[in-house]
């Protein structure tokens, strides 16, 4: 897929995606607390629709910041967009990835096993019911989770107690075709060369809601979120494109 024009039919708006800062990123938004968790929040406060963004393991980066003004701010279908800290704080040291010694991957096992995406999941139609007594105006809502937050967004929207319309996961964790099966909303996933690829066509094939699932072959793991290096030309060309196809996708399908 080239880079989009137009964004394939849908308005011209969704694709006026702001320049991308490569470094010393200065957040549009600010922070505010819900259910007791330290909140990125940022987009307009007449939105009527809002994105819970599940960032990945290492938590509060500019990359991921950025990321959320894009999507608050890039469409004219207004979005106000929140990011909850679920790791209050303690997120996952960037220099353990990739886990290529011993001592690494017995790190990032513990702080799996502390940070289950089962746990997140599990809390999130709360925070919703939370967000919606806040902020009354917001009809609807969308999830977009990156890495780990990938795979809670494949857990909530399978569940029975899934508040959300549409979902989207960029360069997913623990990718499970199974889970596919039992998501009930349109669902777009963007994965990088590094997800296995037979589980991400099965998971393609398995999914019986609207979709769009795109590998972004020369991209690694994070490369829309903690892990993208925006000085590299080619990285924040497919960063933006990334965010550009979330976005289109979105305003096709969430209704």
């Known amino acids: 897929m080239s880079t989009m024009q137009a964004c394939h039919g849908h308005n011209e708006a969704c694709c006026n995606i702001p320049p991308v800062v490569t470094s010393g990123y200065s957040p549009k938004g600010s922070y505010s607390e819900?259910?007791?968790?330290?909140?990125?929040?940022?987009?307009p406060d007449d939105a009527t629709k809002g994105i819970v963004v599940i960032y990945d393991i290492f938590g509060y980066f500019d990359q991921t910041i950025q990321g959320a003004d894009i999507l608050a701010t890039s469409d004219d279908t207004k979005y106000k967009v929140f990011m909850p800290d679920w790791f209050k704080g303690e997120p996952c040291p960037i220099e353990w990835y990739p886990p290529d010694t011993d001592e690494k991957k017995k790190n990032l096992g513990a702080f799996f096993s502390k940070n289950p995406p089962h746990g997140v999941a599990e809390k999130l139609s709360a925070f919703v019911k939370t967000l919606s007594a806040k902020h009354p105006n917001i009809k609807s809502w969308g999830i977009v989770g990156y890495c780990w937050g990938g795979k809670v967004v494949s857990l909530i929207t399978k569940s029975e107690n899934n508040p959300f319309s549409v979902g989207a996961e960029c360069h997913p964790a623990m990718v499970d075709p199974e889970e596919a099966k039992g998501i009930k909303v349109p669902l777009i996933l963007l994965a990088s060369k590094e997800e296995p690829e037979d589980k991400v066509k099965e998971f393609e094939q398995n999914l019986s809601v609207p979709k769009h699932v795109e590998t972004f072959k020369d991209q690694i793991h994070g490369w829309m979120a903690a892990r993208g290096d925006l000085k590299d030309e080619r990285v924040k060309s497919e960063y933006i494109r990334g965010y550009k196809t979330v976005l289109e996708f979105f305003?096709?399908?969430?209704?």
């Open 34 to 43: 819900y259910d007791g968790l330290k909140t990125y929040v940022t987009g």
């Open 251 to 255: 305003g096709k399908n969430w209704k």
